[in-house]
């Protein structure tokens, strides 16, 4: 009994020197890991912020106005746009084309659009692409308040260039990929994907032509997507930083 005890208790030695040490390492490495991933992306997003105005800058910023001309290619088409956003989940976009107009609304958890003057309440994919747009003009905005949560990071390409993509989540549950230059820090292109019945479809904007306005940077033109068909090119104008935005703005 005595040597079956000896042996059990030289086992013991053996489990504790050997297989406890590679068991707390191999935990110590993970977490390291984990902190390191946490890391790398608080780090990101600190650039990306620094590099469209900073944290005491780009928090100040409620409401947002801009203006300027779209060209649609589906039919072929241009017109005046005109757009008006609060930091409140609202969006409002009047679109003047040569034959046609369209409206667009968000406000909070309900969604209009229309053509011609006929607005109606949406629900499903549409309502889906208005979330979706708020939350592409909310960026880089929400990534200070905690309007998303980062699901992931990992690296891609756009156009032939490398990129850092953050997957992002809102409050609601929407998610958004959003490509972030490594050089500059600029958001290249932000991408969020639906499904419609059986299929799935993604609609992306790609942005170019930053310049800072009020000391904030923006993009003056942005391409949209429909998959990997363009759907329209918008060129800014103007834009006002916190303008005085009537609430009734988004009403139908």
Not at 22 to 36: C, D, F, K, N, T
């Amino acid at each position: 009994m005595q040597r079956l005890n000896k042996i059990s208790g030289a086992r013991t030695s053996l489990f504790c020197i050997f297989v406890v040490p590679v068991v707390i390492l191999l935990l110590l490495a993970a977490r390291s890991s984990a902190e390191s991933v946490a890391g790398g992306e608080g780090l990101l997003i600190t650039k990306i912020i620094n590099a469209y105005g900073g944290k005491g800058l780009l928090s100040k910023v409620r409401t947002i106005s801009a203006e300027g001309r779209i060209r649609k290619y589906l039919p072929d088409d241009e017109g005046t746009y005109i757009r008006r956003m609060t930091r409140e989940r609202k969006l409002s976009v009047d679109i003047r084309y040569s034959g046609t107009s369209e409206k667009r609304i968000l406000n909070g958890q309900n969604g209009y659009r229309g053509t011609n003057g006929k607005v109606e309440k949406v629900l499903g994919p549409p309502f889906d692409a208005m979330v979706y747009q708020y939350n592409q003009l909310n960026l880089p905005f929400g990534l200070i308040d905690g309007s998303f949560s980062v699901i992931e990071s990992t690296k891609g390409t756009f156009n032939g260039r490398e990129v850092e993509i953050l997957k992002l989540q809102d409050a609601h549950g929407y998610k958004i990929d959003v490509n972030v230059d490594p050089k500059d820090y600029m958001i290249r292109r932000v991408t969020g994907r639906f499904t419609a019945g059986n299929h799935e479809t993604s609609l992306s904007a790609a942005m170019t032509d930053f310049r800072k306005v009020d000391g904030v940077l923006l993009p003056f033109k942005i391409i949209n997507y429909a998959g990997d068909t363009k759907l329209s090119e918008t060129v800014i104008t103007t834009y006002k930083i916190n303008p005085a935005i009537d609430d009734s703005t988004f009403n139908p």
